[in-house]
């Protein structure tokens, strides 16, 4: 699976994701982590993201999901990763 991110105001993952799902956080989270993001940011498009041992979260107001058969080695459909 290929996640991309557009217009990303913040970012707070770590470095290796295993067991990936993404969700719209609740009201319960929004009200967790608004204070380490500040009030500036619209926290509407504030997207979940859980794996195995860990909860962490992207601010963006673009989110792409490719879940085709793609190789590693062959170019996303967005060109983002293309040689």
Known sequence: MD?????VLAVGLP???DGVTLEKADS???RTIAPQ???SLDLDNLIVIR?????????ASIVEIDES????WEPDKW????D
Not at 51 to 59: S, T
Not at 69 to 72: K, P, S
């Open 37 to 39: 993001l500040g009030s």
């Open 51 to 59: 794996g195995r041992d860990y909860r962490g979260y992207v601010v």
């Open 3 to 7: 996640i991309a991110f557009g217009d």
């Open 15 to 17: 470095i290796a994701l």
């Open 69 to 72: 058969d793609r190789f590693l």
């Open 28 to 30: 319960q989270f929004i």
């Open 79 to 82: 060109g983002i990763c293309a």
